[in-house]
């Protein structure tokens, strides 16, 4: 009887461990594949001077002759579309998955080659910041880099 009651503790001791020690990084990452999936609508693409928040250049959806919508799927699909077409270039549709803090994969194909582009994501409330961290690059003498805005449908 005695060796059951400590086979007992010892399960309810594993149990208790294995609950405390899992992170809520599960759940973060599981709510951040949620937030991205559905329809987005492109507002603007926005350059910045590298190392500030200062704007240098901003390309308004409404200065466009086009409505630019992506689509996440919850089947980890991704589909472009402009003016409710889906554009028939290869990497504009394929697969994509959530990699964790932040960061999300999409996977496709050109020419028949497996292609791949990781980019950083950052959600505030109905905006999707896209491409949050691109590298800077020179352009015309200005050190920028460059991040699209997507609004919820």
């Not at 609950?19 to 709510?31: G, P, R, T």
């Not at 951040?32 to 200062?54: H, K, M, Q």
């Not at 959530?98 to 999409?106: A, E, R, S």
């Not at 950052?122 to 352009?139: I, Y």
Request: with cysteine.
């Amino acid at each position: 009887m005695k060796t059951y009651k400590s086979l007992f503790y010892l399960i309810a001791l594993v149990f208790t461990f294995s609950f405390i020690s899992c992170s809520d990084d599960d759940s973060d990452d599981q709510e951040a594949t949620e937030s991205i999936i559905g329809e987005w609508l492109f507002v603007s693409e926005n350059d910045y001077y590298c190392g500030t928040d200062d704007v240098r250049t901003e390309r308004l959806a409404s200065d466009n002759d086009y409505e630019y919508t992506l689509v996440f799927g919850s089947d980890m699909t991704y589909k472009f579309y402009i003016d409710g077409v889906l554009v028939d270039y290869e990497d504009q549709m394929g697969t994509w998955e959530n990699l964790g803090d932040g960061f999300y994969q999409t996977n496709y194909t050109v020419n028949g080659e497996p292609e791949s582009e990781i980019f950083e994501v950052e959600f505030e409330g109905d905006l999707m910041n896209l491409g949050v961290d691109d590298p800077c690059v020179d352009a015309g003498g200005d050190n920028i880099y460059t991040y699209e805005v997507w609004t919820r449908q």
